[in-house]
C-alpha cells in the first residue's frame, strides 16, 4: 500500500478514508426565514440545537471508525492568519455580498476587523448580517429601499455543512468550484483562502484543476472518483458539460485518470447533483435512484494523447459500463426503496441514495431511510446509521456533508 505523503489524497470513493473535512453547522441556520428559503436552497428550517447533535454524532461515529475530522471554519481561520490576510478576506467577501453602500460597506468592515478572534469572525461572514445589526446614516442603497421585507444586509450561507460542493477533491488536488447560486457561490471564498494560504494545504501544496473564477459552473456533488482511472461527473442542475470537458483536458494532462465518465441526470431540484441519485459502496456496488436509469445517458471522454479529448455516448448498459471500466467481472445496483416508487421518491429525498463510503463495503447512511438501509445490509454491507432528522432539510446526505483530504489507495 502507497504511503500517503501529500495533504490531499484521494483516488477512489470507497479507499479507507483517514482525513475528512466537515462544517458544524452554525448560526448561519439561525438565519432561514420561510419567505426567503428558496433562495437560499433550503426546503425547511432546521432546529440549530439539534442539527449540531445530529452534526457531532455524525462526525464521532467517523472518528470512532478511525478518521480525522476537520473542520472548514478552522482551516479557514488558520489561513487567515497565517497568511497574514484577514483584511483582504474581508475586502473579497465584502465585494460579493451585493451590498452597493460604501458607508455600509464600510460599516461591515469596521465591524469584522473589528474581532480580534479570526474564528470567530469567519463564523460570522458565515452567519450573515440582520439589517436589524447595523444601521448606518446613509447606509441604504436602492435595493433596501424597495425590497423593504428583506431582512438581511449579508445573506447567511446555510448550506456550508454541505462541505462536498464547493470544491472536490482528486488525487492530489481539487476543483475550486464555480457554483450554479450567487448563495453556494460565497462559501467557496473559504476554499480559495484555504488553498492559498493554509500552512498545511496552501501555498502550491495541493494542485488546482479548476477555479472559481471560471465561466461555467461545476459543483462538487457531481464529482464522484470511481477509481483511480475513472471519474465520473453529473451534467445537471449545477454542473455543465463545458466545465466537464475543461477539466477533461486538465486532468488527462495533470492525473493518471483513463475515462471520465459524464453522466446527464437532468434539471432537476430533487436530483440536484449525481450524488444524490448514485453513489459508489463497494468494489463492485453502487446506490442508485431507480427514477434516474430510464433513458440514463452516458459519455465517456478519453484522452487523444496529443492535448485533446474523444468524447463517445455508451451504449451499453450501465451495469456492463461501470463494470468494464472498474475491471469487475459485474457490479450490482442497489435500487433506493428496493425499486418501490413510493419508498424511492421518499427516501432519495431524504438522501437514501447519499451515502458516504469509508472503507469498502462500509458506509455512513441516515438511519430514517429504512427500506434502502434493509436492501444494503442484505447486499451484505456494514452500514453506520447516523440521525439525520435536521440535517436532511437541507437536502443533504453523509455524502454531502464531507469532503474526503486523505483516502488509502485501494
Ligand atoms: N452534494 C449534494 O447533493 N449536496 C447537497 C446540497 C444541498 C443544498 N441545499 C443545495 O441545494 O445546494
Known amino acids: 500500500m502507497s504511503e ?18 466537515l462544517h458544524r453547522p452554525g448560526k448561519e441556520l439561525e438565519n432561514l426565514v420561510p419567505d426567503f428559503l428558496e433562495r437560499l436552497l433550503f426546503d425547511d428550517i432546521p432546529y440549530l440545537e439539534d442539527a449540531q447533535k445530529e452534526h457531532d454524532a455524525f462526525a464521532e461515529a467517523l472518528r470512532e471508525n478511525g478518521v480525522e475530522v476537520l473542520y472548514l471554519e478552522k482551516l479557514a481561520a488558520e489561513a487567515i ?8 478576506f474581508v475586502d473579497e467577501w465584502l465585494a460579493e455580498t451585493g451590498v452597493q453602500s460604501q458607508a455600509m460597506l464600510k460599516a461591515l468592515k469596521d465591524y469584522l476587523l473589528g474581532m480580534d478572534d479570526t474564528y470567530e469572525m469567519v463564523l460570522k461572514t458565515m452567519e450573515g448580517f440582520r439589517k436589524t445589526e447595523i444601521e448606518v446614516e446613509g447606509g441604504k442603497s436602492l435595493s433596501d429601499l424597495y425590497e423593504t421585507d428583506y431582512p438581511f444586509i449579508v445573506d447567511p450561507m446555510p448550506n456550508l455543512y454541505f462541505t462536498r460542493d464547493p470544491f472536490a477533491t482528486m488525487y492530489n488536488g481539487v476543483t475550486l468550484n464555480h457554483m450554479m447560486s450567487d448563495t453556494r457561490n460565497r462559501e467557496t471564498l473559504y476554499g480559495k483562502f484555504i488553498f492559498d494560504h493554509h500552512p498545511e494545504y496552501g501555498n502550491g501544496k495541493v494542485d488546482r484543476f479548476y477555479d472559481r473564477e471560471e465561466l461555467t ?8 472518483v470511481l477509481s483511480k482511472d475513472v471519474l465520473a461527473v453529473g451534467i445537471s442542475q449545477r454542473t455543465d458539460a463545458r466545465s466537464i470537458e475543461k477539466l477533461a483536458g486538465r486532468l488527462f494532462k495533470e492525473t493518471d485518470f483513463k475515462h471520465i465518465f459524464a453522466f446527464l441526470i437532468g434539471e432537476n431540484r430533487k436530483f440536484m447533483h449525481l450524488d444524490t441519485v448514485f453513489t459508489m459502496v463497494d468494489y463492485d456496488k453502487f446506490t442508485i435512484h431507480p427514477e434516474i436509469e430510464g433513458g440514463l445517458k452516458v459519455w465517456d471522454i478519453t484522452p487523444n494523447g496529443d492535448g485533446s479529448v474523444n468524447i463517445k455516448e455508451t451504449e451499453d448498459e450501465l451495469e456492463n459500463i461501470l463494470a468494464d471500466a472498474l475491471g469487475q467481472d459485474s457490479v450490482q445496483l442497489i435500487r433506493c426503496g428496493d425499486g418501490d ?7 432519495q429525498w431524504n438522501d437514501g441514495s ?3 463510503t469509508i472503507a469498502p463495503g462500509v ?11 434493509r436492501i444494503l445490509e442484505e447486499a451484505g454491507l456494514k452500514l453506520i446509521k447516523v440521525r439525520g432528522s435536521e440535517l436532511v432539510r437541507g437536502r443533504g446526505g453523509p455524502r454531502c456533508m464531507s469532503m474526503p483530504l486523505q483516502r488509502e489507495d485501494i
Not at 4 to 21: A, N, W
Not at 217 to 224: M, V
Not at 341 to 347: D, Q
Open 363 to 373: 458506509v455512513v447512511v441516515y438511519d430514517r431511510n429504512t427500506v434502502t438501509n
Open 341 to 347: 416508487p413510493v419508498a424511492s421518491a421518499r427516501e
Open 81 to 88: 492568519d497565517a497568511g497574514g490576510v484577514k483584511e483582504q
Open 354 to 356: 447519499n451515502t458516504l
Open 4 to 21: 500517503i505523503t501529500r495533504p490531499i489524497h484521494v483516488k477512489s470513493e470507497i479507499g479507507p478514508l483517514k482525513k475528512v473535512l
Open 217 to 224: 459552473r461545476i459543483e462538487g456533488g457531481d464529482e464522484l
